[in-house]
């Protein structure tokens, strides 16, 4: 067993932040994750992280990962943590290999994960047309037509990224208007080769052996629409079994309950990110990381017992 001040599960933006704080605060943390970077590293390119004009979301967590070592905290990267519970006052997480890390206070800092469409074809055909990530497989599909389902600012981002490699994309999206970034929408306004379909919602995904089409429902009519691939960009919904483990409270659509100071509703226990109900407004990179440094503050009041610093 390995013994933190600090366990942090998820390697994200969160996780890394609370990381780079807890050093600062002389604690011994680890984090300990599935997807180095988590969610972030996957965006093709991060306009909005101050001190970055434009990053790949890979080369910026990276960046992220080598400060948390810089300063002392460790990193560990696993398939899977298969239990997290508490015991006596330690909080004792468990990997797929039987290793075990402990920590005096706890930061869960575990993401999101993909929401699904869950309509016909959609799981038949995944990897072999349907996809969740345009930075992951857009090269795949140059010269070709490709729709993205969803109508918000990664559904805006794969588009983009989409239409400097495919011939045609089509944005599929169940309301009037795309509501992304208005910088994003005039970007994909400026581009020649995307087009909305609004009003519409996917029905059913069809092909022989890989995608051929979609059918989509748009004002009250079936029409189908002949394509390559299908990008699927309707958001995320917070990373639930390790956090059903320890009980914690959750709101209706299952993310973390967190006080101002990022506690939870059990004591020691702290979160951060896409997790939490931190950010329900506006779940960015800058708010993951702010919730980060806040939850490593609170696990030092926490932990020292200190009602203010
Ligand atoms: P969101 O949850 O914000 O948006 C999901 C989109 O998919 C919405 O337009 C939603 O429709 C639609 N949708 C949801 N479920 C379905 C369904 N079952 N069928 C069809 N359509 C569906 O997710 P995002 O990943 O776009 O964004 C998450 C957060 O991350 C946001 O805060 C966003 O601002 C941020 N982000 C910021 C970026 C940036 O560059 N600034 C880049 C990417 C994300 P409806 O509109 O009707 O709800």
Do not use: W
Request: glycine share 10%.
């Amino acid at each position: 067993m390995e013994d933190y001040d600090v366990l942090i599960l998820g390697s994200g933006a969160g996780g890394y932040s609370a990381a780079i704080y807890a050093s600062r605060y002389n604690m011994s943390a680890a984090v300990i994750g599935k997807e180095p970077g988590g969610v972030a590293s996957e965006a093709s390119e991060v306009e909005n992280y101050p001190g970055f004009k434009k990053i790949t979301g890979l080369e910026l967590m990276e960046k992220f990962r080598g400060h948390v070592q810089s300063l002392g905290s460790k990193v560990f990267i696993y398939s899977d943590i298969v239990s997290v519970k508490k015991h006596g006052n330690k909080f004792i997480a468990r990997l797929e290999d039987g290793k075990e890390f402990s920590g005096k206070a706890l930061i869960v800092a575990l993401g999101s994960k993909r929401r699904k469409l869950e309509i016909p074809g959609e799981k038949e055909f995944a990897g072999r047309g349907v996809s969740y990530c345009a930075t992951c497989d857009a090269a795949f599909f140059k010269d070709r037509t490709v729709a993205i389902i969803g109508g918000n600012d990664s559904a805006a981002k794969a588009a983009l990224v989409l239409a400097d490699i495919a011939k045609k994309v089509y944005i599929i999206y169940r309301k009037d208007k795309i509501r992304a970034e208005p910088v994003l929408a005039d970007r994909i306004d400026s581009k020649g080769n995307i087009e909305y379909v609004y009003n519409a919602v996917p029905l059913r995904i069809q092909g022989v052996k890989v995608v051929k089409s979609v059918v989509i429902k748009q004002n009250g009519k079936e029409r189908k629409i002949p394509l390559d691939g299908i990008f699927i960009e309707i958001g995320s919904t917070p990373e639930d079994t390790l956090t059903a483990m320890l009980k914690l409270e959750k709101d209706v659509n299952g993310y973390i309950k967190v006080g101002q100071d990022m506690s939870t509703s059990i004591p020691g226990v702290f979160a951060a990110g896409d997790v939490t109900t931190g950010s329900n407004m506006f779940r960015q990179l800058v708010t993951a990381v702010a919730e980060g440094a806040i939850a490593a503050e609170s696990a030092y009041r926490y932990l020292s017992g200190k009602t203010s610093l």
